[in-house]
């Protein structure tokens, strides 16, 4: 293999790598960038399952956790769950904790904050609650 051989296969790998980087990274980032009605989400949840979106709302009903343990043996700490409620709906909404980093803290959410967040769905039937 000559060097101008070598170069031109090293800049076809390299376009590859950046067209497969954009299109395993942009339908993500458009389906996080605006904010989905949670009323959709509760319609169609397993259109949405395993994405990332994005909520606007405001919380509700906080709920902090005591520690748990994982079957790896790891202790996790500072979970919580709450309601992310808006206009259209309301949704349960787990955060949690730091897993392997002994903390006592409190939730980073306060019981009335309007907020936008970004979650991964959990539909129902598909290890969710």
């Known amino acids: ?45 397993t ?3 395993l994405r990332q979106v994005t909520l606007q709302g405001t919380v509700r009903d906080v709920q902090p956790l005591d520690a748990y343990t994982l079957t790896v043996g790891s202790t996790c700490y500072g979970a919580y769950l709450f309601y992310q409620k808006n206009e259209t709906a309301s949704v349960n909404v787990a955060s949690f904790g730091c897993c392997g980093i002994p903390t006592v803290r409190d939730p980073d ?21």
């Open 1 to 45: 293999m000559t060097v101008e051989e070598f170069a031109r296969y090293r800049k076809l790998v390299v376009f590859f790598i950046a067209l497969w980087l954009y299109w395993a990274i942009s339908p993500s980032l458009a389906l996080a960038a605006d904010p989905i009605p949670i009323c959709e989400i509760l319609d169609e949840p």
């Open 47 to 49: 259109r949405f399952h």
């Open 109 to 129: 959410v306060e019981d009335g904050t309007p907020m936008e967040l970004q979650a991964t769905v959990q539909a129902p039937s598909h290890g969710g609650y």
